[in-house]
């Protein structure tokens, strides 16, 4: 049974490696479900691990009904994850669409807007947030 991940051209991808390419928050749900295709006899080539518009997007090089399935389960799940901190999240809407939690949701707001303030110089535009971004990012 495979348990090593492999590019499309048959090289080692190392694990780290592979989380690295999705926030930190979604590492054990990734992680959780490398080891559940390689259980199901996935045999470990992955073409890319991406996060896209707010959710996990895993594609593998083939597998069976099963293992398809089982990466869809972790697709959808990946959409109640904050991709930050891997606390219950939801996908926000404004600008880029990510998941998260209620936390970092607010914090990545107000450092949008304090950023838009920052280009634009103009009238201030009233959000309701009015915390230091930084007094809410772990
Ligand atoms: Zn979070």
């Known amino acids: 049974m495979a348990s090593e991940i492999t590019d499309p051209y048959g090289r080692p991808w190392p694990r780290e490696d592979v989380l690295a ?15 559940d295709l ?22 593998i090089g083939g597998g069976s009904d099963e293992i398809h399935e089982r990466i869809w389960v972790a697709e ?18 404004e600008g880029w669409i990510r998941t998260l939690c209620e936390a970092h949701e607010v914090s990545e707001r107000v450092r949008d ?4 303030e920052a280009h634009r110089k103009g009238p201030g535009v009233s959000s309701g947030d009015s915390h230091d971004p930084d007094a809410v990012v772990p």
């Not at 054990?28 to 490398?34: N, P």
């Not at 807007?113 to 838009?116: E, H, L, P, T």
């Open 38 to 59: 390689f259980e199901m006899g996935w045999n470990g080539e992955l073409h890319q691990i991406k996060e896209k518009f707010g959710g996990l997007r895993f594609y």
């Open 76 to 93: 959808n799940a990946s959409f109640k994850i904050c991709e930050r901190c891997g606390e219950p999240g939801r996908a926000t809407h």
């Open 21 to 35: 390419n999705v926030g930190r928050g979604w590492h054990k749900l990734v992680s959780q479900l490398i080891d």
């Open 113 to 116: 807007f304090v950023q838009q």
